[in-house]
């Protein structure tokens, strides 16, 4: 179970977030795309990469996301069968309604049929039971992290909501336990 300040979000053993910036690169106009997976509580999981196509709407770069999310989540529920664990219908959090509607629509609107049929992959493992994709406020997107730069605020709850360490508190904690153990071998 993950917690969120007071709230309880998420209790599935796999869970995945997906986040892009619509054109973000200002040379090109290309969108970046990240998703972020955790097991439990624990971050096994981040990818942010540029993506390939200029893409003409929010709807359709956070749809592109979404399906890079969706296929690490198939890759990893191929990896725990090999431990016995069977998942189906993993949660993928997004933050943009129309991809989710695009998502769970088999309709294909004159508004999206510019959208590649490769990006439809999504779709597709939706309608199989492998995945589901459901809305996140934009203050719990964890992939925000690895999507676009944040303010100091933003960025210190993201990682620690996600689990990483500040490298100076880990530093300080190596330092101390050093200094308890050389102590305890010098009593």
């Given at each position: ?33 990240s ?6 509580s ?17 709807t ?59 990006h ?47 490298i ?7 330092c ?12």
């Amino acid at each position: 179970m993950l917690v969120y300040g007071s709230h309880v979000i998420l209790t599935y053993l796999l869970v995945a977030f997906s986040e892009s910036d619509y054109a973000g690169c200002k040379l090109d106009r290309k969108s970046t795309s990240s998703t972020c997976h955790l097991l439990g509580s624990s971050l096994i999981s981040w990818n942010s990469k540029k993506q390939a196509c200029v893409a003409l709407s929010t709807t359709e770069v956070e749809y592109i996301a979404a399906g890079h999310g969706c296929a690490q989540i198939i890759w990893l529920k191929h990896q725990l069968l090999d431990y016995g664990v069977r998942l189906s219908k993993v949660p993928l959090y997004c933050d943009n309604t129309s991809a989710i509607n695009l998502t769970n629509n088999p309709i294909q609107h004159s508004k999206t049929k510019h959208i590649e049929i490769r990006h439809h992959f999504l779709r597709d493992h939706v309608q199989k039971g492998d995945c589901e994709i459901k809305f996140v406020k934009i203050e719990n997107q964890l992939a925000d992290l690895f999507t676009k730069p944040l303010a100091r605020d933003r960025f210190n709850k993201l990682r620690t909501e996600l689990g990483i360490l500040d490298i100076k508190n880990v530093v300080l904690c190596v330092c101390s336990m050093l200094i308890l153990c050389t102590h305890a071998l010098v009593s």
